[in-house]
């Protein structure tokens, strides 16, 4: 097996859990970390254990012995860095959302579509086993048609009025927050559970705290200050963005659903919430408690499914790793999503057929649903989900991802032949120099 090597740009929540994902896969190997300035990017490659750092991204996504970059950074970040990295001839795993604006996701597919690299939007909740069972039973049939899908997503993190984050910037963040930032993710589960596109939306957005401090390089999740969630020191700005969204959702088919969004909302720290009602049953899935799957019966008994690789569907026991009883979380969803890229990177079945991985169509799909939600708000009305996205039911994104699939098996050579530049001086930390 021949090693691939990877660079992850962005050293804050999510590069560091890629890196701790991605050494839990064998035949990986983590070369260099890059972040916004030299003293965070030496500081986070010592306390992750990375070699090699770098202040300028574009030291990664020029360098000749890296195979895959890790679009970790601030949203605004997201176009430049993944676009070079493909045109180096890079595979480019992209945290979400893809970028800013439908433009720049438009601009980031249609490049990916242009190679044979492998281009994934990193949606790991589609990667925990029991989505993987919810899936499979509303495919089998097991609820019956489906009539209704609704739920939740809410955090606190934001919840103090000192509080702020990068993505409170809306020049880095992008137009919307808590839809774009949490609401892609239910979206994404949404469509791949029970196979429906979203048609259109009915949205009401609130911002609680209408000035915030302005964010300096907070990290999200995290804080420093007296309160429990203090963290800003800069001038106070206006706030542009939403904290909440209540929205009313049209899926294929006129399916009715409803999504509440939040993270200002005292004492919920993930809680996302899925929920898909049919005409024989309904199924509840929450991320808080994800090794459980609840299934409610008209009829009979409810059952409380646990996630044990004897009694699941082959799917989701294929990306159940640990026996039962051995609970299985938020990281190792990521580790599952990045063991099938990687595995597709290489040309190899990856563990879950089953599950699709998520494309930079599929985020060019939600950038839509943004700002469809926005555009709801402004002139409180439906407004219907617009994009360059095919016709038809979600499996058409699996059927564009087997193929993408197929052409990565088609060349296997070696990829420092395709970079550009050259071999860029790259620094070492200081525990290394």
């Not at 601030?74 to 176009?79: A, C, D, G, K």
């Not at 990667?127 to 495919?139: D, H, S």
């Not at 009715?256 to 899925?274: F, H, I, M, W």
Request: aromatic share 4%.
């Amino acid at each position: 097996m021949r090693t691939l090597r990877a660079g992850v740009v962005g050293a804050g929540f999510s590069g560091a859990q890629h890196i701790d994902a991605l050494r839990r896969l064998p035949g990986v190997e983590v070369v260099i970390l890059a972040a916004g300035s030299e003293t965070h990017a030496a500081q986070a490659a010592r306390l992750s254990g990375v070699e090699r750092w770098s202040a300028d991204w574009q030291e990664l996504t020029g360098a000749a012995d890296l195979d895959v970059i890790h679009v970790c950074a601030p949203n605004h970040l997201h176009l430049p860095v993944a676009l070079a990295a493909l045109r180096a001839g890079k595979h480019v795993i992209c945290e979400k959302p893809l970028a800013l604006q439908v433009s720049e996701g438009e601009q980031l597919a249609a490049a990916a579509a242009r190679t044979d690299r492998l281009s994934i939007l990193c949606h790991n909740y589609r990667f925990f086993a029991m989505v993987a069972e919810l899936r499979a039973r509303i495919a089998s049939g097991d609820l019956g048609a489906v009539h209704g899908v609704h739920g939740r997503y809410l955090q606190d993190w934001l919840i103090s009025p000192t509080s702020t984050n990068w993505r409170v910037d809306p020049n880095r963040g992008g137009p919307s927050r808590t839809v774009a930032d949490i609401g892609t993710h239910w979206i994404d589960l949404a469509e791949l559970s029970t196979g429906l596109r979203l048609e259109a939306v009915m949205a009401q957005l609130g911002t609680v705290h209408p000035r915030r401090p302005a964010p300096s390089g907070e990290r999200t999740f995290q804080a420093d200050g007296d309160g429990p969630h203090a963290g800003g020191t800069g001038d106070w700005a206006p706030v542009t963005t939403e904290d909440r969204a209540s929205l009313l959702l049209r899926f294929e088919g006129g399916v009715p659903g409803s999504l509440t969004l939040s993270q200002v909302a005292a004492g919920r720290k993930n809680d996302l919430e899925l929920t898909v009602e049919g005409n024989a049953g309904s199924a509840t899935w929450r991320q808080e408690q994800p090794d459980q799957l609840w299934i409610g019966r008209s009829g009979g008994p409810n059952e409380l499914h646990l996630r044990d690789p004897a009694t699941l569907s082959p799917s989701a026991a294929r990306l159940a790793q640990l026996p039962a009883g051995h609970n299985q979380g938020w990281s190792d969803a990521l580790r599952n999503l990045l063991d099938d890229a990687y595995a597709r990177i290489r040309g190899e079945s990856p563990r879950s057929d089953d599950v699709p991985l998520p494309t930079f169509a599929d985020g060019v799909r939600h950038l839509a649903f943004v700002r469809a939600t926005l555009q709801s708000a402004r002139e409180e009305r439906w407004v219907r989900i617009e994009g360059r996205t095919e016709p038809g039911s979600a499996r058409v994104a699996e059927a564009a991802g087997r193929s993408q699939d197929g052409a990565d098996r088609a060349d296997r050579a070696d990829r420092a032949d395709r970079a550009v530049g050259g071999a860029a001086s790259i620094r070492r930390s200081p525990a290394e120099r």
